[in-house]
């Protein structure tokens, strides 16, 4: 017998159609992370990740997953994240909250003594829009918040990456560098 049979199995009837479980739920979807600790009771855990919105399948996926060492990014339909969060923990499995940053872009060029040219020109962003949200006329997407927290938090790591150089700057560094690397200790 196969486990994912004996899995379903364990879970019981399905007791709806398939139809009735997946109607849209009133409740906001949370990204977190799940990470496992020592998972004593898998099947309830599959109970808990079908209760808040994924398939069996799914659920019996992220399990063999997160049971190997995996950390799985998973989206989670729930009121309370923090009561969802202390639910898995309660079953061995670590939840941490993906949250998209809110990050002043002008803030970040700023610390970094860049023009708006500059700073355009390094990270590949096109100026006209770089102006756009520095004024507030459009917002950044998901995916440039992310990239601006981690340029915020890291801008010498992303400096040596754009520019393939080595972790170890030369003596002969670039003038842009040494700013980079001057803004990021004097915070």
Known sequence: ?????????????????????RKPSASRATRVVLVANEIARPV?????LVRYGLSLRKAHDILNRIS??????VELLCDDPKAVASELLGL?????????PDVDIKRVRDTQKLSQAEFASLYGLELDTLQNWEQGRNLPDRST????KIIERFPKEVFLALTDQDRAPSRQGTRLHRR????????
């Open 68 to 73: 190997q060492g995996a950390c799985v990014p």
């Open 180 to 187: 980079t690397a001057r803004a990021a200790k004097g915070r």
């Open 145 to 148: 918040k992310v990239l601006m």
């Open 92 to 100: 061995g499995v670590a939840a941490h909250t993906i949250r998209i």
């Open 44 to 48: 309830e855990l599959a109970r808990v």
């Open 1 to 21: 017998m196969s486990t994912r049979l004996s899995l379903k199995e364990a879970l019981g009837p399905r007791g709806k159609t398939r139809d009735d479980r």
